[in-house]
RNA sequence: GGUCUCUUGGCCGAGUGGCUAGGCAGUGGUCUGCAAAACCACCCACGGCGGUUCGAAUCCGCCAGAGACCUCCA
């Protein structure tokens, strides 16, 4: 399927525009990905951008390139809120916890991977800690300083934009000019250390209760807010990469800065493409931790929150978010998780019956390009709700020829099989449920249902009726079909 | 306040100038002892007002509403 490698297209938010997609070395990919700061659980509306290049990653593999994903784990460097005086938001965490920053890292780092398997992500190539990168950090602003876009200042570093936006459009990503941040800016601390309200800290330094920080040429301090991304997409992808991607909010400042950083560091601006995973909303606002308006992914599976009926399963949660575009809002509702739910059953139904299907002479349905309309959705810009509107489409092709009224060739149904299989699996990341099955219940299920058959067949609807009331309150549903009833 | 985005049928969501996705719900049907499930068919919407065009959900303008960013945030 060379030909959609060779047509895929991006959406790049830097020219605002869908472009096709030329990796910088044939046949190879670098993508980088904003991760996590590891201070609190991740909720639903982190996991989702994590998904949404879960899916990129899974379909550039699968056109068969060879990717590096690097996405990385913050575990130090962000300003907490105006309350406290730029102290460490992982530091801050710890002193109320009475725990050891590396203690909190630690802790979210493993609850962060758990959810991510759950929902079924491929871990990247390379997960590099800010902590771990404090040497390529400081080398960075080194450089920074030499090119002569940096300034010291009271132990710290900043970043001068202005002089910076002589030479390089400072905001070009974001659509911002720079008259414009200047009239909007806000006090915040560093502010007497800074020349200019927009410098952004490269190095910040430290105070005597900050808990993490390290030596550096110019004091003991800690990394800016910005300057990891830079330094570890620039060790493990090169000064120039191919993809680098993040959720909206990221856009302005900080991928902003880190154009800047890389830029100046490097002398090449660091990303050719651009790529920005859209929030999710609940209630019709943006999911987000600080305003109290998040759900997490474990209470999301349990059932255990306010806002949904029931609990759901991670692979419906995914497959829900497989039905919007990773570049729209998605609003959470329970009503659109119970309908994802039934959609899901009826693909996954729908992948069996695929496995059972009868060959016949020749195929109703032009196969080929049904099979090539999951690739022209994906490779247009990455859009999985047509791909899944294709899907469906294979769905009552395929429950047609199960029902005799339509027939696929022995080629076609190994080609169909193949793909199909291959992009709900392999692209989108959807697997059946995880089934609590247990080896001891299944010949006691069938000992049961054989019961009822001959039940059934003494037109005993009493005691037929009787087990499969018993079974459903044991939460086992009874399907009575032509060949036979089955359980689950 | 500044910058930007969005507004699609009962619900969720694709779609950028004519051929008008898909899922769920609903209606009808097949199957079935009944039920559930499953399957099939049907259901033709684009915030309001103007404009451009032979033709607009799709382009332009205005109005209304919603949201995002501007500050840590996926």
Same mark, same amino acid.
Request: proline share 4%; net charge negative; with cysteine.
């Given at each position: ?6 047509n ?22 670098g993508?980088?990905?904003?991760g996590p700061?590891?201070y ?8 989702r951008?994590?998904?949404?290049f ?6 550039l593999?699968?056109l ?17 809120d ?6 460490d938001?992982?530091a801050? *965490? =710890?002193? +109320?916890? /009475?725990?050891?920053?590396? @203690?909190?890292?630690? &802790?979210?780092?493993? !609850?962060f991977h $758990?959810v991510?398997?759950?929902?079924n ?14 040497i390529?950090?400081?080398?960075m602003? *080194? =450089?920074? +300083?030499? /090119?002569?876009?940096?300034? @010291?200042?009271?132990? &710290?570093?900043?970043? !001068?934009?202005? $002089? ?32 200019a ?11 005597d209760?900050h ?16 300057l990891?991304?830079?330094a ?18 990221l ?6 800065c ?7 560091a ?33 209470e999301?599976?349990?059932?255990d ?13 995914r ?17 659109a998780?119970?309908?994802?739910e039934?959609?899901?059953n ?7 019956t ?9 195929s ?8 090539n ?19 469906f ?28 299989n291959?992009?709900?699996?392999s ?28 039940a ?33």
């Open positions: 399927m060379s030909t959609y490698k060779a895929l297209a991006i959406y790049n938010s830097l020219t605002g525009q869908k472009e096709k997609f030329t990796p910088l070395h044939d046949g190879f990919v993508l980088y990905v904003c700061t590891v609190s659980n991740v909720h639903l509306g982190n996991c951008t994590f998904i949404s879960d899916v990129i990653y899974r379909y593999t699968y068969g390139y060879k990717v590096r994903y690097v996405r990385n784990i913050t575990d130090v460097g962000h300003l907490v105006d309350a406290d005086q730029g102290e938001k992982i801050k *965490k =710890a002193r +109320l916890e /009475k725990l050891e920053p590396m @203690e909190i890292v630690q &802790s979210y780092t493993v !609850d $758990k991510l398997n759950q929902f992500n491929i871990p990247p190539n390379i997960e590099p800690t800010a902590t771990g990168h404090i390529e950090q400081i080398e602003v *080194k =450089a920074i +300083l030499d /090119k002569g876009f940096a300034y @010291e200042s009271n132990g &710290s570093v900043y970043f !001068d934009v202005e $002089k910076y936006n002589e030479s390089h459009p400072y905001g070009e990503l974001s659509g911002r000019k720079i008259e414009d941040l200047l009239s909007n800016t806000r006090d915040l601390d560093g502010q007497n250390e800074k020349r309200p927009l410098d952004f800290a490269l190095w910040k330094n430290a105070s209760e808990l993490m920080k390290w030596p550096s040429p110019w004091g003991i301090g800690f990394p800016g807010w910005h990891e991304c830079s570890m997409s620039t060790k493990y992808l090169g000064k120039q990469f191919d993809i680098h991607g993040g959720g909206m909010d856009k302005f400042p900080h991928h902003e880190e154009i800047a950083q890389g830029t100046s490097n002398g090449e601006s660091p990303v050719r493409y651009w790529m920005h995973g859209n929030m999710l909303t609940l209630n019709g606002k943006k999911m987000s931790k600080s305003t109290g308006n998040s759900i997490l992914p474990e999301l599976f349990s059932g929150n306010d806002f949904m009926e029931k609990a759901f399963d991670p692979m419906v949660v497959f829900f978010m497989m039905q919007a575009h990773y570049r729209s809002t998605l609003d959470f509702t329970s009503e998780l119970l309908a994802a039934k959609g899901y009826k693909l996954m139904e729908a992948l069996a695929l496995e059972k299907l009868e060959a016949k002479e020749s109703s349905v032009d196969v080929s390009s049904l099979v309309s999951f690739y022209e959705a994906m490779s247009d810009d990455f859009n999985a709700p047509i791909l899944v509107a294709n899907l489409e294979a769905v009552k092709f395929i429950n047609s020829v199960k029902d005799n009224k339509a027939t696929i060739s022995k080629n076609d149904l190994a080609l169909l099989q193949k793909e199909m291959g992009f709900v699996t692209v989108l990341g959807i697997s059946a449920q995880q089934e609590s099955s247990n080896d001891k219940l299944s010949p006691v299920m069938d000992l049961v249902l054989d019961l009822r058959q001959e059934r067949i003494n037109k005993d609807w009493g005691t037929s009726d009787k087990i499969r009331d018993g079974l459903a309150a044991a939460g086992i549903v009874v399907k009575d079909g032509k060949d036979g009833s089955s359980w689950k």
